[in-house]
């Protein structure tokens, strides 16, 4: 059983940056593919990034060049860096982690951009 517990989030201003942290409990974090997922009010959940554990990276075409996805296999925890933020991301964000062909959720955290 993985764990997943999120940090971060808040009210950001258009154009502003937010970092999103998502710490796992399992000591097998290093092979997992992690990632993150949103859910704005009314629509579908929608693919952010993910990371693998060889670090190839892969984003939403809708986040490409804004966000930035890391992970730290020592603190077993994996970030979501957010710049440029646009109203459009307004959403509450989910950490993903896939591992042993299992599926584990974090609890969502709020992201609001709005002036």
């Known amino acids: 059983q993985v764990q997943l517990v999120q940090s971060g989030g808040g009210l950001v201003q258009p154009g502003g940056s937010l970092r999103l942290s998502c710490k796992a409990s399992?000591?097998?974090?290093?092979?997992?593919?992690m990632g993150w997922y949103r859910q704005a009010p009314g629509k579908q959940r929608e693919f952010v990034a993910t990371?693998?554990?060889?670090?190839?990276?892969k984003y939403g075409d809708s986040v490409k060049g804004r966000f930035t996805i890391s992970r730290d296999n020592a603190k077993t925890t994996v970030y979501l860096q957010m710049n440029s933020l646009k109203p459009e991301d307004t959403a509450v964000y989910y950490c993903?982690?896939?591992?042993?062909?299992?599926?584990?959720w974090g609890q969502g955290t709020q992201v609001t951009v709005s002036s």
């Open positions: 993903q982690s896939l591992v042993s062909g299992n599926v584990y």
């Open positions: 990371i693998t554990s060889g670090e190839t990276t």
């Open positions: 399992s000591n097998i974090f290093g092979i997992a593919t």
